[in-house]
């Protein structure tokens, strides 16, 4: 959600921030603005709904200058509109851009207000730019003003800021949203992340939690919430610009399921020997603390969090460990009892989810053995929190709707649950030979699962006009109907829900009839003769009936049992990974079709860097 842009240079920097803008959509967002540094003054464009809008209002209204922020706002305070758009301004004498929330906004508008400042928005960011302002008016240069203001605000911010008073200097802060500075030559830029910034520079500086980064055209100083003036290490970025493209892809989504195959090697590339689970992947001293794991708790959202539920089942079937899985929003306002020996799991896409990096920093202070993050993102704050860690490798992933990122996860958590066995000893030697040999072939059957492409797009026909769907599955395949769910309900706006096929009597078979299609997973294992009594039960009903089935399973499967999509998913480890794709595919026809925002779903953000 949000995303911020800034540039400081000897050139025009309006198509800069506006490019990074446009890079930065996949984040969403509701409004867009920017604000530009010229002959000591400050000037403003604002808009709401997408950065085209403020294109355009661009050509209408230009704006050239060599220094600038701009940002993309996703509504917290204030509805989505022109004047709650960012960048905001205290006298046209400053211009900030925000991320995240100021908790204690409303004392501090009613401070400002008594002391003569006026308010034209519903945000908590005007109130950090009044602040600045107030600060400067009493002799401040724009550094130290920010870094007073900033020990004022609770919350979690990412900010912004250019002065008229300072010219070509920009100042950043971050504590609790993500913040990366750019570096270029004779020009420094800043942003939400390193991506808006690969077709200017490829070196980067990863701000840390409570830094303030003051920079211009010349260089830039970094101090840390202590105030004292620090280094932080310079990186340089494999990515380029060119994988931020659609390439021949007719969306983000489209083009990033079918890069499955090849992040799924990359997940696995480097961490399987000829027969195990190659030692420390997770870091150094993995094996000394993995030894002594006795209990697992996962905590993640969304997404994420259905993968941590498929590791639950593996957890506890192939590695014999007791493994609990909670949605980090519920898990840090309660007090979970940890049991002695418990490793503490957080996973997130972005590592900046604001619940599950609360949970891990809280996790810090209790009681467990280890934490561990599984992760996209190497720089970001859930990495550099957790004692150990293991990178998904899925590569830039800009739709919304995640589906190359969890399908990594799964196999990461795979990774995790043989590494816990054999380090245990809770796994005989032929039997972990088998699960790498099956694992190593999983890309392969990833593609032949994207086959089913077109019969897909010719099935998802059926469901344009519908308003509902029910999605069931057993044991580990149940969390795979949660996630094909919701990546329906996400993008075409139908309303899906899923359950555990043995709860149908229990409620939910009160709504089959022929208008509400019924996806099924349907792997080949103990519970698929349950599972297709289960079926059954909402044939007999006019229940519209649809069965993503593992190839053995076809043969228990009849005619009458629906539509049946048949795939190979390779045995039971795999087999939560290869059902997921063929899901993927049918909500991501279905919104097409639908018409709908595939990348840029109404009211959802890629990255969730508030509660």
């Known amino acids: 959600m949000c995303g911020i842009v800034a540039a400081s240079a000897h050139r025009d920097v309006c198509e800069i921030l506006v490019s990074g803008l446009r890079t930065l959509e996949y984040r969403g967002y509701d409004s867009a603005g920017i604000a530009i540094q010229t002959d000591g003054v400050i000037n403003r464009r604002r808009t709401q709904g997408k950065v085209r809008e403020l294109e355009s209002l661009l050509v209408d209204e230009p704006l050239i200058g060599h220094c600038g922020i701009a940002h993309t706002r996703w509504a917290t305070h204030g509805v989505p509109n022109t004047q709650n758009a960012h960048p905001h301004v205290s006298s046209n004498e400053i211009a900030l851009v925000h991320n995240g929330i100021v908790e204690n906004h409303d004392a501090l508008r009613q401070e400002l207000l008594t002391t003569g400042y006026e308010f034209s928005s519903e945000t908590d960011t005007e109130v950090m730019v009044h602040l600045v302002h107030q600060l400067m008016s009493q002799g401040n240069d724009l550094f130290g003003a920010v870094r007073l203001m900033v020990k004022r605000l609770q919350g979690a911010f990412a900010i912004a800021v250019l002065s008229a008073q300072e010219p070509g200097v920009i100042v950043g802060a971050r504590e609790g949203s993500p913040m990366v500075l ?63 493209q659609r390439g021949k892809y007719r969306h983000y989504m489209q083009k990033e399921i079918f890069e499955q195959p090849a992040a799924v ?30 209990q697992v708790h996962i905590v993640a959202c969304g997404t994420s969090y259905h993968a941590g539920l498929v590791a639950r089942y593996q957890m506890e079937q192939l590695a014999g460990i007791p493994c609990t899985v909670e949605v ?17 799991v957080a996973i997130s896409q972005s590592g900046e989810t604001a619940d599950t990096l609360a949970a891990l920093k809280h996790a810090k202070e209790s009681a467990y053995l280890a934490t561990l993050a599984i992760c996209n993102v190497p720089e970001s704050s859930i990495v550099r929190e957790a004692d150990l860690v293991l990178m998904t490798r899925a590569g830039l992933e800009i739709g919304v709707a995640s589906t190359k990122a969890f399908t990594t996860q799964l196999v990461a958590l795979q990774l995790l649950v043989l590494t816990l066995a054999q380090i245990g000893g ?17 890309p392969g059957l990833i593609k032949q699962a994207l086959k089913l492409n077109k019969r897909i797009e010719l099935l998802a026909e059926r469901f344009v006009e519908k308003r509902h769907a029910l999605f069931l599955g057993r044991g580990s395949h149940y969390p795979i109907a949660m996630e094909g769910a919701l990546k329906l309900k996400e993008i075409s706006y139908i309303h899906a829900e899923a359950y ?34 289960n079926i059954e039960e909402v044939r007999v009903r006019g229940g519209e009936m649809y069965v993503i089935a593992d190839a053995k399973a076809v043969a228990s499967l009849k005619d009458r049992h629906g539509e049946i999509i048949e795939l190979d998913t390779g045995g039971a480890l795999l087999a939560p990974v290869i059902l997921t794709i063929p899901l993927q595919l049918l909500a991501y026809h279905v919104a097409v079709l639908r018409g709908t925002d595939v990348d840029q779903p109404r009211n959802l953000a890629k990255s969730v860097t508030v509660e």
């Not at 809770?426 to 699960?435: D, G, H, I, T």
């Open 328 to 344: 980090a929003s519920e898990y840090r306002y309660r007090s979970p009892v940890i049991p002695d020996d418990t490793l503490f």
């Open 426 to 442: 809770r796994v005989e030697a032929k039997q972990l030979a088998q699960w790498v040999s099956e694992l190593n072939g999983l």
């Open 265 to 294: 090697s990359e997940t696995l590339e480097g961490r399987l020997g000829k027969d195990c689970v190659l030692a420390n992947i997770f870091g150094v001293g993995t094996q000394a603390r993995f030894r002594n794991v006795r």
């Open 500 to 533: 555990p096929a043995g709860e149908l009597k229990h409620g939910p078979l009160a709504l089959v009839d022929h208008d509400m299609p019924v996806v099924a997973v349907a792997p080949n294992n103990s519970l698929l003769k349950k599972l297709i009594s």
């Open 182 to 244: 750019g570096l270029g030559f004779d020009e420094n830029y800043l942003a939400s992340d390193a991506h808006p910034l690969l077709p200017v520079t490829n070196r980067f500086v990863y701000l840390e939690e409570g830094d303030i980064v003051r920079f211009d055209t010349g260089g830039y100083e970094i101090r840390d919430r202590q105030d004292e003036v620090v280094s932080r290490p310079v990186r340089k970025a494999d990515l380029t610009a060119d994988a931020v």
